[in-house]
């Protein structure tokens, strides 16, 4: 009458073992895959066809972090930068195929529907966001989108995230192929510098609520890095205009509205 009980806690045993086996196993995969925390609603918009997403409102350090060594001097004083109205963002840059279906045609240097559209002008880019029934974002609004949620130079390794000079073979990618920010927002610190609504002038120390940057201006404000820009570029604080740099032909962009 024994044998038949030790074999079924052999039995039993063995499913123990199995089971914290393949826990173990979760636990390691977990562990070597980033977390990117749950994403907000989206929704498409009928004109241009594309995804967006919704951006709560909040209060962050706009700027340079402090434990940043790369920071240009255009990304300082860091400040902090309050938010109080919820908006959309588009998920990915404007692909060549959402501005030809809304522009007409298609500027582009580098063919593709799903590419993002570069050599846009910022005239061109404010046009598309009005056609659609959107404007482009802020300076402001685009950072804390950027950042989702985080404080550093980056939401995670940059070959995770971005394209840029190393990685990028001197073109632009397929959008949404490198891992989302924890907002689900793609391609925000490289594939295509993005513009912005402000005009382009230094920062100041002071708090700040829904900032639009300064009221004139000589340069508009560009954002994120590209294919074109080194590591140093790529980089959630980094600014730039349209008076410096590779200019048009780096610059793309993506809507937003309240």
Known sequence: MARPRCAHWIWKQGWL????????????????TPRVAAHGRTKVNRVD???YVWISPGTFRMGCPPDDSECFDNE????TVTL???????QTPVTQEAYSKVM???PSAYHGAQLPVEEVTWDDAKAYCERVKMRLPTEAEWEYAAR???AGARYAPIEHIAWYNANAAS???????????????YDMLGNVREW???WYGPYDAADAVDPKGPRTGQFRVGRGGSWYDSAQIARVSSRGNNGAGCGPACHGFRCAAN
Do not use: C, M
């Open 49 to 51: 066809g594309l995804t």
């Open 76 to 79: 300082k004083p860091a400040h």
């Open 84 to 90: 109080t109205r919820r908006f959309w963002i588009g």
């Open 104 to 106: 007409g045609s298609s």
């Open 148 to 150: 989702g949620g985080t």
């Open 196 to 198: 912005v609504a402000d």
């Open 171 to 185: 073109a632009t990618h397929v959008v949404a192929q490198k891992q989302p920010n924890a907002f689900g927002v």
């Open 17 to 32: 073992l199995i089971l914290a086996v393949l826990i173990a196993a979760f636990a390691l995969r977990g562990a070597e």
